[in-house]
């Protein structure tokens, strides 16, 4: 079987995670040592001195980037991340289940599923309850390429959650 998801590509995930926390960490203690810094300043100023003006200039100035800086990195770069280390997590430990299928056709429109961009397989494969065939779709992320499937190619596939995790090619 071929792999579609390997266990390194989670490990890889969970370090660059890890460095883009300490990275934000690290900009938020700046800040509260440029705020601390300015607290001082203000505090050292004699009363109703006209460079107050100033600080509180500077202080609102350095409060508006960060404020800016932390929702464009937590609200696209963070969230994005989190969705897809959570999609990985759940590969790694959820239930999977096996299926043999003919292979239709791939479908490039780009959807969300679990805060994941994903596009679609289409597979045609037999229901044994219902004694009928039906369209299966597999999802797989928006930026990962198409297995190189021919149409009408009969694949074993595993999903979890209805996202390929391995697949074998049938003769």
């Known amino acids: 079987m071929v ?86 997590s759940h590969i790694e430990t959820g239930l999977r289940e096996e299926s043999t299928a003919s292979f239709i056709e791939n479908d490039e429109r780009v959807f969300l599923s679990l805060g994941v961009e994903m596009k679609w397989m289409v597979f045609l494969q037999w229901n ?12 797989i992320p928006a930026d990962k390429p198409f297995p190189d499937f021919k149409e009408g190619q009969m694949i074993r596939f595993i999903t979890q959650g209805n996202i390929l995790v391995s697949y074998e090619i049938l003769d």
Do not use: C, N
């Open 3 to 88: 792999e579609y998801y390997k266990k390194e590509e989670f490990e890889k995930l969970k370090a660059q995670r890890k460095k883009t926390f300490i990275f934000f960490f690290v900009i938020l203690g700046v800040y509260a040592l440029i705020s601390a810094a300015f607290f001082w300043w203000y505090l050292t100023l004699p009363y109703k001195s006209p460079q107050i003006v100033w600080v509180k200039v500077g202080h609102y100035t350095v409060t508006g980037l960060m404020a800016i800086f932390s929702y464009i990195f937590i609200g696209i770069k963070l969230k994005r991340m989190k969705k897809y280390y959570r999609m990985l």
């Open 128 to 139: 044994k309850y219902k004694e009928d065939y039906y369209e299966r779709k597999v999802m």
